[in-house]
C-alpha cells in the first residue's frame, strides 16, 4: 500500500549495533513497522554491526516475514562465542600454547632450564606480531555465518527492495565502507581526490556472511576484515590500496549516516532509527590494561553516539529537515512524550509534523501546552500504546542482555522485541505522522 503522501519521499530504515540483542531489538520494530502498513515502503534499509544480521537477513527472507522472523530467532539462540571456541582452529591453538607452556615449566627441572623463558619470549613474540595469522577470528565468524545463517549466500541474492545497506568501518580511510546488492564501496575510493583514479569493487560474488562478519568484527576482540584481490573491478587496485575493514559502529553506531547524509545514493526523506543502545553503566574499578582500554572504547563509541543524536535528532530541525523517529532501549516510555513536548516548546520540530497533527499555532502562541498535550495524546492512543509498555521485570530482562554474540533466552528475546515495539509506535506517531496519514 502507497500512501499518497508518502509515496514521492523515500523512507529510511537504520539498525544500530549491540550483538545478538541488537539484532532480536530490531525485530520488534520490524513487527511494529509491518503493523502499522510502514514496512512494506521503506526504501533503505542502513545496518551496523548486531543490526547487519537483522538486515542482512530481511534482505534474504523479508518477502515471507514468518520465515524472516524464525530465521532470526533461530539466529540468536545459537552461540557464535561457542562456536568459536569450539573450532579447530581455536582448540589447536590452546593445545599447542598448553603444550609449549607445560614444555617451559618442565625445562625448569632440566639442565636446560636456561632455554624455557627465551622460548616463552618467542612464543609471546610471534602472537602479537602475527596475531591475526595466527588466530583470524573473524574468518571464523564469517564460515560460521555462512554455514549456520546465509547458506553461502551473496551480495546478489538480496531482494532487490528494500536495498539493504551493510556497514563496516574502513580504517584505511577513516570511513565507512558500505555492502549492498548493487554496489560495494567506500566514497573516499569511489569519489577520490581531482587527478586520482576512481576505485570500485564487484558486489556480485561477495559473500553476505563476509559483509556481516565486517560489520560486526569489533575492535580488540576480533581480526580485521580484508578485501581480496578478485572482489576488485580492476586487480591492479589491489596493489593501491588496502581496505581493512572493522565494527561498522566505530563510525556510525546508529546506521543513520548513510542516510541523511547529502548526495548519498542511500539519502532518505523520512528515517526511523532503531537503537539497541542503553544506558551506560558507571564503573569505578579498573585493574589492568584491559579493562582501561575496553572502557576507553566504550567512552569513544557512547560520545559518538551523543554526538549523531545532537546532529541527527536534535538538530535536525535546523539543518536536514528530514522528518526522523529515534527510538533506544536504553529511553523510558513516559519520557519520550514529554521529550515531544520540550521540543515543541523550543521549536524543535518540523513545521510539517506540527500541521499533522493538527496542533494550533494559537494555542503555542499563547502556551496551552496542556490542552496541546491532552490532544496529542488522545490523537496517538497514547493510553493504548502505553498498556502494551514491557512491565518493569521484562524492561531489566531486556536491558540486561550484554552486546555480544551469546545465544539468547526465549525471555530475553520476548522483553527486547516488547521494548522496541512500544517505543517504535510511539516515536512513528509522534515524529513521522506523514507516514500514517
Known amino acids: ?144 555465518y555462512s554455514k549456520w545463517f546465509f547458506d553461502g549466500k551473496t551480495l546478489k541474492d538480496f531482494n532487490p527492495m528494500p536495498r539493504i545497506a551493510i556497514n563496516a568501518t574502513n580504517l584505511e580511510t577513516g570511513r565507512p565502507f558500505t555492502f549492498s546488492k548493487n554496489k560495494m564501496s567506500d566514497s573516499t575510493y569511489e569519489h577520490p581526490e581531482k587527478g586520482r583514479k576512481s576505485i570500485k569493487f564487484k558486489p556480485d560474488g561477495f559473500p553476505i556472511s563476509l559483509a556481516v562478519a565486517s560489520s560486526t568484527c569489533v575492535p580488540f576482540a576480533f581480526t580485521p576484515i580484508f578485501i581480496d584481490k578478485k572482489y576488485f573491478e580492476d586487480e591492479k587496485d589491489f596493489e593501491t590500496i588496502k581496505p581493512c575493514l572493522v565494527d561498522g559502529g566505530v563510525y556510525d553506531n546508529q546506521g543513520v549516516h548513510k542516510l541523511t547524509q547529502k548526495n548519498s545514493s542511500y539519502e532518505c526523506d523520512v528515517v526511523i532509527v532503531s537503537d539497541a543502545g542503553n544506558i551506560m553503566p558507571k564503573i569505578n574499578s579498573f585493574n589492568n590494561v584491559i579493562q582501561l582500554l575496553m572502557r576507553t572504547s566504550e567512552i569513544f563509541m557512547n560520545r559518538i553516539k551523543n554526538y549523531q543524536m ?101 525471555s530475553q528475546i520476548n522483553a527486547l522485541v516488547k521494548q522496541a515495539e512500544c517505543l517504535t509506535e510511539l516515536q512513528v506517531k509522534l515524529y513521522c505522522p506523514i507516514l500514517l496519514s
Not at 43 to 62: E, N
Not at 355 to 380: C, F, P, T, Y
Open 1 to 144: 500500500m502507497i500512501r499518497t503522501q508518502t509515496k514521492n519521499l523515500r523512507i529510511g530504515l537504520s539498525l544500530s549495533g549491540g550483538g545478538y540483542r541488537a539484532a532480536i531489538y530490531h525485530l520488534g520494530t520490524f513487527r511494529k513497522l509491518r503493523e502499522m502498513g510502514i514496512l512494506e515502503n521503506v526504501d533503505v534499509i542502513s545496518t551496523i554491526s548486531g543490526g547487519s544480521i537483522t538486515g542482512a537477513c530481511y534482505g534474504l527472507k523479508g518477502d515471507n516475514f514468518e520465515d524472516f522472523e524464525k530465521c532470526l530467532r533461530g539466529i540468536v539462540q545459537k552461540s557464535i562465542i561457542r562456536g568459536i571456541l569450539y573450532s579447530f582452529r581455536f582448540i589447536s591453538i590452546f593445545i599447542f600454547l598448553l603444550s609449549i607452556v607445560i614444555f617451559s615449566i618442565y625445562l625448569l627441572f632440566t639442565r636446560f632450564a636456561w632455554v624455557s623463558t627465551p622460548l616463552l619470549v618467542i612464543v609471546i613474540w610471534s602472537l602479537l606480531i602475527y596475531q591475526f595469522k595466527i588466530f583470524p577470528v573473524s574468518s571464523i565468524i564469517n564460515r560460521l
Open 310 to 410: 545532537i546532529q541527527h535528532v536534535y538538530e535536525n530541525y535546523r539543518f536536514n529537515k528530514k522528518s526522523i523517529a529515534y527510538q533506544s532501549l536504553g529511553w523510558d516510555f513516559e519520557g519520550c512524550l514529554d521529550g515531544f513536548m520540550d521540543n515543541l516548546k523550543k521549536g524543535a520540530i518540523l513545521e510539517e509534523v506540527i500541521v499533522a497533527h493538527e496542533i494550533s499555532n494559537q494555542d503555542m502562541m499563547n502556551g496551552r501546552w496542556d490542552i496541546i498535550e491532552d490532544k496529542l495524546m488522545r490523537k496517538i492512543n497514547y493510553s493504548g500504546i502505553k498498556m502494551k509498555m514491557p512491565t518493569v521485570e521484562e524492561l531489566k530482562t531486556a536491558r540486561g542482555v550484554s552486546t555480544n554474540l551469546k545465544a539468547l533466552k526465549t
